[in-house]
């Protein structure tokens, strides 16, 4: 009895290899084109921002003058909304993952929150800003200040945390948690003795992608009304204050084409910003795969 027609698998094999050719190829097409494009992208704003990286750049506030613009109101604003964006968003994602995975039973409603979370990572920003400008600004009066800004950062970022933590506690092998209640732990020591220790490098992952959006988003800061210029620094939570998103977004808008150049300088600050909070992420990432 014959189970496998070699003549017939030949036959079909050199059309199955053409296939698979030019897959391959649109494939390396694709790569190449998204490449090519980035690079000409950094190519383009290094070069025309560079010449604005200067010590004043850093130390100025924003000026009508092109020359004299600089991003320190902008960049110290940042990091005062990140202040509030980290440990809120990352407090409330995670700690909503854990009862998500680790207590909720299997249910309709708990499906269906389930549901809606995953739902609620592609909605666009810029209605998580009127959110926050219906709650954080109107309702509790917090104004434009640096509390309301990082509360609506918070809110859009949120449900990729979610969804990320909950994907990484998934992925712990159930035998671990079976092997520390055999030796007589708690739910909550093997919570936090073992399934977070194992999930920490996705949850990470997730968290600071998560806050790089956040920290690159201008819709929700442009609702709630956070001002473009400011000529002094915040003094605590509650002081009004600007982001680097609103200060390029300003200077990219004008008509003067130095504030163009400007513009790039701010990008700049903004990737190296980015790439700083990736790094992070990758040596605590490395960090924990070692270790479990």
């Known amino acids: 009895m014959r189970y496998i027609d070699h003549a017939s698998v030949v036959k079909r094999m050199s059309g199955r290899m053409i296939v698979n050719k030019i897959f391959q190829a649109i494939f390396l097409v694709a790569t190449l084109f998204a490449l090519l494009t980035l690079g000409v992208l950094f190519y383009r704003i290094i070069s025309q921002g560079m010449g604005f990286l200067t010590p004043d750049f850093f130390m100025n506030f924003s000026s009508r003058f092109p020359e004299k613009a600089g991003i320190k109101a902008a960049l110290v604003g940042s990091l005062w909304m990140m202040a509030v964006v980290a440990p809120v968003s990352l407090i409330l994602g995670v700690g909503s993952a854990i009862y998500l995975e680790e207590y909720a ?32 600004v109107r309702a509790l009066s917090l104004g434009n200040s640096i509390l309301a800004a990082g509360f609506t950062m918070s809110l859009l970022i949120l449900p990729v945390i979610v969804v990320a933590s909950q994907e990484s506690i998934r992925a712990v092998p159930k ?118």
């Open 105 to 136: 039973t299997k249910n309709k409603i708990n499906s269906f929150i389930r549901m809606n979370i995953a739902n609620l990572a592609g909605v666009p920003s810029v209605v998580f800003g009127l959110l926050g400008l219906t709650i954080f």
């Open 175 to 292: 035998e671990l948690r079976e092997a520390s209640y055999a030796m007589g732990a708690t739910k909550w020591q093997t919570i936090a003795k073992v399934v977070l220790p194992s999930a920490i490098p996705g949850i990470l992952t997730g968290g600071i992608l998560a806050l790089s959006r956040a920290i690159g988003e201008t819709a929700p800061l442009v609702v709630i009304g956070i001002p473009v210029i400011i000529q002094f620094l915040p003094e605590n939570f509650l002081s009004q204050f600007t982001a680097m998103p609103m200060q390029i977004f300003d200077w990219a808008k004008r008509p003067q084409e130095a504030y163009q150049s400007v513009a790039a300088a701010g990008i700049i600050v903004l990737m190296i910003f980015l790439l700083a909070m990736n790094s992070i992420a990758v040596i605590i990432r490395n960090k924990f795969q070692k270790r479990y």
